[in-house]
């Protein structure tokens, strides 16, 4: 009897696992984990819906990709039950080297080190486990398969990836700007010469998926209160590493003590990694509300409370003089050192565009066999004048 197991997704309804070994694989405690961090790190404190996990994102990421390469399939591109397996498990792993918060914290615990890069040395410990049968999984995650429109599916301008995040974390959030055709899209989708492209009737949903980029951007991922709440995170494990301040979980003292690095033993450092999730951090702010060190303390109890730090966003950046009576405004009120309130008044940049001309290759097939970027389209939506990024300049500081 076929292998089938069924996954009820509030987003897409039913979810099917037909393969015993990517079974295994969701079993497995390193993906199990991902049921214990947010996909959208610190937006729930803006958007009260959006707690849903990597797993969820995983899952319906798998889900597209089934669907994708089915519709490739019935138009005659050429992709064996191997390749098929390959390409559904390197969706299926995409993320699960995240660590908690997610983006929030990438970089942060763990030196040097992209999520991509720790989700291969994931996937390398997965397929030891399995006995090399990871092995084609890899090369498609790598994009080092031959068939480079694998690889697209996975990571590229028009992947699953992105077309489950944009679709979940609206319907999670609560944004509808964030909706797009994903199910027109995928119909679209074709493979001319080894790439991934779009049929030309395709064009406007292409257009509908960059605008609600764009949008989900600003009003959710870089919305100004998500955006200090996860500076505010970052501060908190920053402060806690320079003051010495002890976690009760001892892996995540580990990576406090700065152990959790890029040149660090893989082997050794790949299980204690997975050993983390959201609540071994939650857990340790709550202890630091009581810390001894104002700064760490007022962090922490603006993220368990919700009293966060004062945010504006602005087109230019803010005048010098403006950072420093902040500054001198926190450190009379609470006593502090100037370099200690420089921790709860700081600026920066967030940026984000509709579509990068330099890196971003999404390509139309017209009826004639002839290609062209979206950018390039007659009267396409996104053009040249789209090439700038958007920046905008923020202030955060504790308020009086």
């Known amino acids: 009897m076929p292998f089938r197991k069924i996954i009820n997704d509030p987003v897409y309804g039913f979810i099917t696992i037909d393969d015993a070994l990517i079974y295994e694989i969701i079993c497995h405690p390193y993906y199990q984990r991902l049921r214990r961090i947010h996909q959208m790190a610190m937006a729930h404190l803006v958007y009260p819906g959006a707690v849903h996990t990597r797993l969820h994102h995983s899952l319906g990421a798998y889900h597209l990709m089934r669907h994708a390469l089915g519709e490739l399939a019935g138009k005659g591109v050429e992709i064996s039950a191997e390749e098929a397996q390959a390409a559904k498990i390197a969706i299926l792993l995409h993320d699960i080297g995240h660590g908690p918060y997610s983006h929030a914290l990438e970089q942060v615990l763990v030196h040097n080190m992209h999520h991509e890069e720790m989700s291969l040395h994931l996937i ?16 498609v995650f ?47 989708l074709t493979v001319h ?20 980029r764009r949008l989900m951007y600003w009003q959710v991922y870089l919305h100004k209160t998500v955006l200090c709440a996860e500076q505010m995170l970052i501060r908190i494990i920053r ?12 892996q995540l003292n580990r990576f406090l003590n700065q152990q959790g690095t890029a040149n660090a ?37 603006g993220i368990v409370n ?33 370099d200690d309130a420089a921790w709860l008044a700081f600026t920066g940049i967030a940026v984000s565009s509709t579509y990068n001309f330099e890196d971003e290759k999404i390509q139309i097939l017209f009826k004639d066999r002839s290609v062209k970027d979206i950018s390039q389209v007659d009267n396409a939506l996104i053009h040249e004048n789209m090439r700038d990024k958007v920046k905008k300049h923020y202030i955060c500081f504790l308020k009086g």
């Open 124 to 139: 390398r410990a997965l397929n030891t486990e399995f006995n090399g049968k990871l092995d084609m999984a890899i090369a």
């Open 142 to 188: 790598t994009g080092v398969h031959p068939k480079k429109f694998l690889h697209q599916l996975i990571s590229g301008q028009l992947d699953v990836d992105r077309m489950d995040y944009l679709s979940r974390d609206s319907f999670f959030s609560g944004v509808s700007e964030g909706v797009i055709g994903y199910d027109r899209i995928l119909k679209m």
């Open 193 to 212: 010469n080894g790439e991934l492209m779009v049929e030309e009737k395709g064009i406007y949903s292409i257009e509908k998926f960059l605008v609600s």
């Open 239 to 250: 402060r806690a590493r320079v003051i010495g301040a002890e976690a009760p979980n001892p």
């Open 265 to 301: 033993d893989m082997e050794e450092l790949v299980p204690a990694f997975c050993s983390l999730d959201d609540g071994d951090v939650m857990s340790a702010i709550k202890v630091w509300c009581m810390h001894a060190d104002k700064v760490l303390s007022t962090l922490c109890l």
């Open 306 to 338: 919700r009293r966060l730090l004062k945010v504006v966003y602005a087109a230019d950046p803010f005048p010098v003089t403006l950072l420093t009576e902040k500054r001198e405004a926190i450190a009379t009120r609470l006593g502090l050192p100037a």
